[in-house]
């Protein structure tokens, strides 16, 4: 199968799986479940579900454990996109080719649905427990989903890019919300899925570092997407950054360097990625995931 059909194939997987954690409509809860629901299935690559699905095939996982784990990271990530979405943030109207979130059930709900796949994600997570009660890596795990979730992660780099905007920053302070505000979702993905299938602490600090390298290749191409992307191909609007007078890699940079960062950054973690054991076919898929993500046209 080619990096295209099992790309397909991993991410109608994850597709199933989250969409099996989602919440169920109550009596007078149903508006509330029905904007959550919308803003997770309203596309997305599910890159990180995937991931962790294939860091934890890579180090021999092969049970259910990780799929709490998977939609839990999903619904954290979704939530993040429609608190970012909000008028007091980004105030955009599109994700995904659809309507936001709050353009389709309003501010009020959309910060509420919000607040809700954040505490669904955790309620989703503990259920890894009802597959394997005595497994201790399911309580590493879950402290490596905490700690990159939260202030210390993707929220931290969330409040100082909000902060911050329309200041002059330093290069320190800029890449500091790139490894916070997108890195911290990618390296916990690949921890996660590392921590579950045993892997030891040496090696889940080699894909630590390897998840810092990828995360922060994946925000450059997004930099770049925004100043010359297709807003057809992206499905949201271009040049918000321009809009929202944000320093980004590639306005300190160029386009050139840029691009020759991404592939250094891809090329760096494709090595690490070699130093560790595990599943072949995993790590070759990887490796393949690794370059698209340099390639992308969305």
Do not use: W
């Not at 309203?42 to 180090?59: D, E, T």
């Not at 799929?67 to 996109?81: D, I, K, N, V």
């Not at 709900?109 to 503990?126: K, R, S, W």
């Not at 918000?240 to 973690?269: C, H, M, P, W």
């Amino acid at each position: 199968m080619n990096f295209e059909d099992l790309m397909k194939a991993k991410v109608s997987e994850a597709d199933k799986i989250t969409d099996g954690f989602l919440p169920l409509s109550g009596r007078f809860n149903s508006e509330l479940t029905e904007a959550m629901n919308y803003s997770v299935k309203a596309g997305g690559k599910r890159l990180r579900p995937v991931i962790m699905m294939s860091f934890y095939r890579l180090f021999g996982g092969s049970g259910k454990v990780v799929e709490p784990f998977m939609a839990a990271m999903e619904m954290l990530h979704t939530y993040s996109l429609v608190h970012d979405d909000l008028p007091a943030i980004d105030n955009d109207d599109y994700r995904r080719g659809v309507y936001t979130t709050h353009k389709k059930y309003g501010e009020a709900l959309a910060v509420l649905a919000g607040d809700g796949l954040l505490h669904q994600a955790y309620e989703t997570a503990v259920k890894a427990f009802d597959y394997e009660a005595d497994n201790d890596n399911v309580i590493k795990a879950l402290r490596i989903f905490a700690d990159k979730t939260g202030v210390n992660g993707m929220l931290g780099g969330q409040a100082a890019d909000v902060v911050n905007t329309g200041k002059i920053i330093d290069d320190d302070l800029m890449y500091y919300i790139y490894e916070h505000k997108t890195g911290a979702l990618i390296e916990g993905s690949m921890m996660i899925g590392a921590a579950l299938a045993g892997a030891d602490d040496d090696c889940i600090e080699t894909v630590r570092k390897t998840g810092s390298l990828i995360g922060l290749a994946f925000q450059i191409k997004d930099d770049l997407l925004d100043i010359y992307g297709s807003e057809k191909a992206l499905g949201k609007p271009v040049n918000s950054d321009s809009r929202n007078n944000k320093k980004t890699y590639v306005t300190v940079n160029g386009k050139d360097k840029s691009q020759a960062d991404i592939l250094r950054f891809t090329e760096e973690a494709v090595s690490l990625l070699d130093t560790v054991g595990g599943n072949e076919e995993e790590r070759i898929f990887l490796r393949q995931l690794f370059k698209y993500l340099t390639s992308r046209n969305s």
